[in-house]
């Protein structure tokens, strides 16, 4: 996907249209995906991305907004039902042509929000551990499965809680210990180059 966004960019034409057309291709990978291959296929998820890209492109005239901050407060009540209501069991995708826009408008609106929720130290942080905490979502993920296998009883909440916790933990471990690490050691590698 990362490969094909400058292609992606041109045939947008950097416009906010390219939402209806992100929608379009979710709900379709909705209905067909039943699988975890096809799941995490990437042409599964040109929707998911091109949602994005739609909503960066609208990103001005959302800031612009008479009543954004009621917008802002429904996106997010709006949000939390979806996620609630869509997110049992297995279902993969099952209501993403749903969340994928609503999570879109959202970020846009907080990227604008001088809010202290949004605009403080700690929110600060989490988006510092945010890409560790991406990159183990996948252990994240097995680990929450397990737990399901060995434990059918317990809350499914309280394993969401556990595997959030688990997986904040390890991100903050490897943003410190190794992503920090290599970035230093980039950073100094390529000012070396630059004076010699």
Request: aromatic residues 18%.
């Amino acid at each position: 996907l990362y490969f094909l966004f400058p292609f992606l960019i041109i045939l947008s034409g950097k416009s906010p249209k390219i939402l209806f057309f992100a929608i379009v291709l979710t709900v379709i990978a909705n209905l067909n995906i039943k699988t975890d291959s096809i799941y995490a296929n990437p042409v599964f998820r040109v929707g998911d991305f091109l949602c994005g890209m739609g909503f960066y492109f609208l990103r001005e005239q959302i800031r612009d907004l008479k009543f954004g901050n009621y917008l802002h407060l429904t996106t997010v009540i709006l949000l939390l039902l979806a996620c609630k209501n869509l997110g049992y069991g297995y279902q993969f995708m099952r209501g993403q042509f749903i969340i994928v826009p609503l999570f879109g408008l959202w970020i846009t609106m907080v990227f604008y929000s001088k809010s202290k929720i949004y605009n403080n130290k700690y929110m600060e942080y989490l988006g510092l551990v945010s890409y560790s905490f991406f990159l183990w979502q996948s252990v994240a993920i097995l680990l929450g499965k397990r737990l399901i296998r060995l434990y059918p009883d317990v809350n499914l909440h309280l394993i969401v809680v556990i595997v959030f916790i688990v997986t904040l933990c390890i991100s903050v471990v490897s943003y410190h210990f190794l992503e920090e690490r290599v970035r230093k050691y980039i950073l100094q590698k390529f000012a070396r180059k630059n004076v010699e």
